[in-house]
């Protein structure tokens, strides 16, 4: 998952994107001032291990 945080004065809002391509466009678009994150939860399958 893909994050943009975006600040200002009043509010943070914050824009959820599934792939990079469609938050690094959107990231483009928006102005002030942001931050573009990849969320990774350690839940996921490329963090499973099967030797325990």
Known sequence: MWVITLYS???TS???FDTE???KEA???IQGYK????VIYF???CFA???F
Not at 35 to 38: D, G, Q
């Open 9 to 11: 004065k009043e509010n």
């Open 35 to 38: 931050i573009l994150s990849e």
């Open 21 to 23: 391509k469609e938050a």
């Open 27 to 29: 990231f483009k678009k």
């Open 43 to 45: 839940n996921d399958d």
């Open 49 to 51: 291990s099967t030797a």
């Open 14 to 16: 914050m824009f959820e």
